[in-house]
Each structure stands twice: as C-alpha cells, then as structure tokens.
C-alpha cells in the first residue's frame, strides 16, 4: 500500500517493531507506577515464556490458537470483511469437536483428530456463513452481525454446557472427559524418538503442525489460485471486482465460510489438545487475539506467524507474572491492550514519521 | 520565442496575486518548484497544464489547504499568510471548487450565508444576501431563484451559486478549478460571460483548464505549467493552440487526429428499447436504440450524467437493463441474473471503464496482475483448474507494455505508482489485445497527458481500422469529433439524435447535448 515511500523491509518489519517498543516502554511505566520493577517482570515473562521446555509448551500452545483465529480473521479481512466473530465460530468450533470426540467411539485418535478437524471446521462455518448470507444478501453489516453471534454463541454454549452435554452427575459446567485414546500427541511424544527432551506438562501438540501447514496452504490459496486472486480483488475494490465479473455475494460468502471454519479449527487445539474436555470458555478470547495477530501480520498468512507467537509469549509469560509477582492478573491485560493498540490501531503513529524520514533520506542522496 | 508579460495598462498597479519562489514538496514528490507568477489586477489568467504538473497544488496554497515550503505570496502588493481558507477568504479571494461544495438540501440563499452570517439570527443575513443577489444577477446574468433547493438546480445554476458564494465574501479575486469539465458548450459560453463582467467590474479571475480552446476564447494572458515549474506566462493574443500545447508537454504534438474513412461492415451489437433503472428507481437510460458496425467508432457526445455510464455499464454487464439487445445477431442476458461482466466479455466486449481507478484497475495489485485482471479464467492464465500461472501472466504483460510502450516498462510496479497515461495504456492493452468484437471506451483521455492522447487516439483507430466496433463515451467534444465515424448525443438517458462529424460542429451538438433540438426533442 505504500510501499513506494518506505523500503518494503522498514514497512514489514520496522514499523511493527518500534510499535512494539514503544508498547513495551509504556507498559514499563505502568509497572513502575505501581511500585513493581520491570526490568524483573520482563525477565520473569522472558524465563516463564521462553526459559524452559515446559514454558514453551504453553506459549507454542497458545501460539497454535492464535495461529489459526489469525488466519481465519486474515482470509476474511483479505476481502475486506471485518470478522469480529471469530470467538464464536471458535466456540461453536468447540460443539463440534466435543460432539465428535464423545459420541463415536474411536479406535486411534488419528482417525479422531481428521473428524474433529472436519466438525470443528464446519461448525466455524456455519456460524459464519449466517452473517456472511445477511452481508452478502441483506447488507447487514458484518461487524455488527459478527458480534451479535458471538453473544448467541456464548449463550448457546452456556446452555449446551449446562443443561444438554454436562454429565448428570457433575456440578460443573463442563461435558465428560473424552476417553484416553484421544489424547493428542504432545510435542514431548512427538520430540521424543529424536532424542530431544521436552517437557510432558506443557500442552502444544501436533495441532501446532496442522496450523502452519494451514498458514502455507492460505498462502498458495490467496496468491496462487483464481479464488484468492478474486477474494483480493475483492478486498481492493468491490466495484473493480464487479467489472471484471467477480460475484461479491460468492466471494463473501466463500471468504467468511474459510474464515469461520479456520476459527472454528482452533477449538481442535484447546478442546482436545488441552483440557480434553469441553468446558465454559474453552476460547479464552483467542478470537479476539486473533483480530490484533491479523493487523499485526499485515492480514499475510506467512506474516502472522511472528505476531501469534509474541502473543503466545505475552498470553504465557503473563500468567507466569501474575503467578511470581504482585502484578495483577488484570495488569497482564493491560499491557496485552497496549500492544493490540500500537500495533494494530496506532499503526500510522509510527508509520508517518519513519516514512517521513524516509523521504528525507532520499531527498537528500 | 515565450515574453515575460509585464505590458497592459492593468499592470501599472501592483498586481493582485503575486507568487514568489513557491515550492512544495510532498515526500519525494516536488509538487511545486519555485513558482513565480503574477496576475495583473482586472485580467481574466490562464493556468494551463496537464495532470500532476501542479496547478491544483498551487491553487490550494493560495487557498489555505496546504502551507509552502518555501516562498511568498503577496496580494495587492502586500506580503500575506495565508494559514486556512478563513485567511484566503479574507484577503479576498473566493475559490469554485471542480467539486462543489454546497449543501444538497439547503436553499440557494441558505448556502450562500454559510458560514459568513452576521449574527445568530439568521434573517439579518438572508436579507441582505436576497438584495445582493437581485442586484448581481441584473448585473452580470448571475440569476438563479434564491429560494429553490440546491438539489432541484442543473450542475450550471449551482455553479453560479458557488460564484456568489465567493461574491457575498467580497472576494476580488475569483479563481475557478476546471469549472467547464460538467457543463454544456452554451452553459459555459454563459459562463464566461458572467466572468467578463466580473472583469470589467475590476475583478481578477483565475482559470484553471486543461482545454486550450477555453483559454484561447476567453483569457488576457495565460501562464504553462509543466512538472511542477511554471514554465512561461504569454499574452493570449499573441499565442496559438499549438504553442501552448508545446509548452505544456514540452515537444511537439499533434493536434489533430489522421484517419481514414471508415468502411463500416456488418452491424455487431444492436439495441432496441434499452433500458435501465438504478436502484433507487430512477430511470438512468430511456429506450435507446443503437447499431454499432463492425470498422466504425461511434461516438456518444453529452454533458456527463445524461445515461452514458449507464449505457456503457449495461451493454457491459455491469447494470441489469431491459429491451434487446443483439450481439453479432445473438441475443445476450441483460439481467445480469445468469452473466455478468465476465460472461460479457467472453461473448466479445471488452470495456474500457471510465474511471480507471475505481474500476478500470486495482492499484494495490501489481500491474502484471492487472493484465490478468477481468481475464484471471482464461486458459493461458492457468497451469491447471486450480493454480494460476503467474509466470505466464507475467510474461504476457511485458509484451503488453512493450507494445503499448507504457513507461517505465516494468510490471512488478503496483498500478498505482503509474502515471494516469500509462494506466490508461495498461487498461488498453489488456482490452484491446484481448481482440474484441466490440469495445467500449468511456473516457479515453480524462486524466491523461496530451503526449498519452496522441497514443491511445491511434491506438483506437488502428482497432477500427482491423474492423472490430467501437462505442466511444466521451465528454470531450473535440475528441467526439475528431475520433468518431457517427455521433449521437444523450441527454437525459436518451439519444437526441444522431450527426455526421463532417458536417457538424461543436455548437450543434451543444444544442442537443443541452435537450433543445435533435431528432426526437
């Protein structure tokens, strides 16, 4: 977009990374403000996230789930459709996986994982193919629409979970645990016959592969096929995908379907890959996450590889703090937000100056 | 070759704009390069230049939009900041936008007062604005009803109501930015009318056209700008078109266009009874009837908004339309129900949209894409049912911007870092090497510098001259004239008649452009 006043590498790299230095400076204030020294606190997230085995094992688990909200947001925003309704379409992602792994009894949990795979993806789907239609149809704006099912899918689930698939024994909202066969393969499982160590405890598991093996195959969807040639058209300009014969109403439709039904996949790795059950909020706002993982990524299917990753570290090394420090829970968020902001919404904070100082330099070689 | 003007009796006072050493710089764009230009008190001042030379860029230093780099303005003689329009609106200068800027449900009076009113009650005001306006429309044919609704005045009233906007500021000096791009010739003969007794009064107008035979009727002197730098302020009187066209493009160009006769063939696309209405109901195009052969261009003349975009859209596949209409001797979808723009172009239309930005080309994309762009489903773009071969697409738009020498030669560029001539060659290229039956142009030229003109005029001609059928939309009269084999002229979705270009002239059809007389009046 404006590559021609930065180098393409000050605009891919260097402007999310002041972005987030300056996040991270402010969230330094705001720990010294409440008597805490930051300088620890980022060695505690540091070592918690990143300093063994089994803090990679969360971090990379969480990384999985954002990987796969990320994409689905990115697909949707490549047509230039806002899908804020990715926390939804993974909820109802989680139906289908529990409904899958409860009710047919299977033999290896290879078999399971294809089928949980395929409902979890179709559940996304189908949650968002409803707002799609009234976009597509109606005109019903996305956004809002997008929202309003994430409260119906909230309240779907609360009641699925409470009155429909809680075991009448248990107090907890919550469906049984599925049987052990299930139990997908832990990077420890998978690290293991090639000699390397890996923490049993830490949860990331073969999902983890299947989320970026989805990132590669997004790529050759979007910049090697007719469709993605037409979703990013349509993205560009609706009524310059009119002229050259490009359906809107498909491409709406067919972009929030593969936006939703990769959210949807994300419940894969925290309904199975995690607790092995379905519990109330199974997504933990990895929908959300997902929205900031996409602006940060440039909407790229490659791009957001980097950015889930830092929110996997900032999802981790948060908990470790809350855990070893008197930083509130609440203070983790705080500065989640601020890096949402400054590298999502203030984005042109940071970009006008350096291209400013682009042109300057340019002027004057 | 070129004087520096400074002759006149009007110049012995201080003129009334001066510029010095203006220079602005957007990025690594230099907009503007040491401007220097004065505007003598009384006189009616050209600026002439093609797109992006910096005329717009001038002008909104002078109005307060953007602050210079460098450089000084000076009214009446007196050096001035001019930091926001409120600063030009009271050093007398009153600006007509291209685009208005009036309040669509407010009344003539109402916009008028906008902004300027004397008190919290408004009567004050819209009294004293009703007297004003009584007597400047008996001065200077500025009539217009004070109490109709802006919404309810053709484009010409409204520009009226934009001048006495300016002239209720008391601005001395008026400057217009292309105001005759959206009017009729009669429309704009009023116009420049009112602007010589606006002259005579002792008021200084500046105009700002791309037409040279605008600047030739109705100017004193007229300044060139090229690329940012002003590059000569001549006397009108002692200048030519030819001259002028010179010192914008910077090497000689031709005016006119050399063809043939046309040897029109078989009839390719014939309409009966077209029609079509837009969504909010309104009828955009009123029963059209029209023959198109193969080896001729027939051009559409009319004053834009008269149904030409809907024409081009519907025979396009872009507007669901009714009535008939045969393509070589078949008839096509019109409903747009089961086709759409790309089952149009498989039936052998190709279209050159109007608006090449909006439509015409995505300019996020590269402009390799863009080759591809309408024609991504044709067999020698893709490897399989699946994948695109970008390489081929890649390859083909290489021999495109060879053969349409479009500058610089490299589609790994994206569209939008082009020049508005060489998008408009990228567009070309791919309608026209698609080898249609029919092509239909809208806006050939708009926002192209006469260097591109010259091409793309030959590139059109050479197409009919292979025998494929040409629709031309265009609201340059001169280019109607001078490219078409027929011409017919819409006004308000319908066709007024059809002329010979041989034996008609601008007036003629500025008559049926403007409703009054033609075939069917």
Redesign the interface.
Known sequence: ?S???MPKWADVLLVPILSLIIAFALSALVILAIGEDPVRAMRLMITGALGSTYGWGYTLYFTTNFLLTGLGVSIAFQARLFNIGGEGQALIGGLGVALVCLFIPWPHWSLAIIAAIAASAIFGAVWAAIPAYLQAKRGSHIVITTIMFNFIAFSLMNYMLSHVLRPPTSMDPATARFDNVLRLPRLHDILAPMGIDFSRAGPANVMLFVALLACVLAY?LMW???LG??I??FG??E??A??????GVKIIMVAMLISGALSGMMAVNSVMGGPQRLVMNAVEGAGFIGIAVALMGRSHPIGIIAPALLFGFLFQGGSELALETTIPREMIIIIQALVIMFTGALDNMVRTPL??LF?LM??RT | MVAEVTGGAAAKAAPAIELRGISKAFGPVQANKDINIKVNKGTIHGIIGENGAGKSTMMSILYGFYKADSGEILIDGKPTQITDSQAAISAGIGMVFQHFKLVENFTVLENVILGAEDSERLMPSLNRARKLLTELAAEYELNVDPDALIETLSVGHQQRVEILKALYREANILILDEPTGVLTPAEADHLFRILRGLKEQGKTIILITHKLREIMDVTDEVSVMRRGEMVATVNTAETSPTELAELMVGRKVLLEVEKTPAKPGEVVLSARGLKVVDEFGVERLRSIDLDIRAGEILGVAGVAGNGQSALLEALAGMAAATGEVKMNGEPLDLTLKHSDAGTRRERGVSHVHEDRHRCGLILDFMAWENIAFGYHNAPEYNKNKLLMDNHAILEDAKGKFERFDVRPPNPMLTAESFSGGNQQKIVLAREIERNPDLLLVGQPTRGVDIGAIEFIHKQLIALRDQGKAILLVSVELDEILSLSDRIVVMFDGRIMGERDPETTNAQDLGLMMAGMTGDVA
């Not at chain 1, 009119?242 to 359906?247: D, E, K, L, T, V």
């Open positions: 977009m590559s021609k006043r050759f090697r096929t007719r040639f037409e990013r058209a560009k300009s009524p310059a009119h002229y050259a014969g490009i359906s291209e400013t042109a340019r002027r």
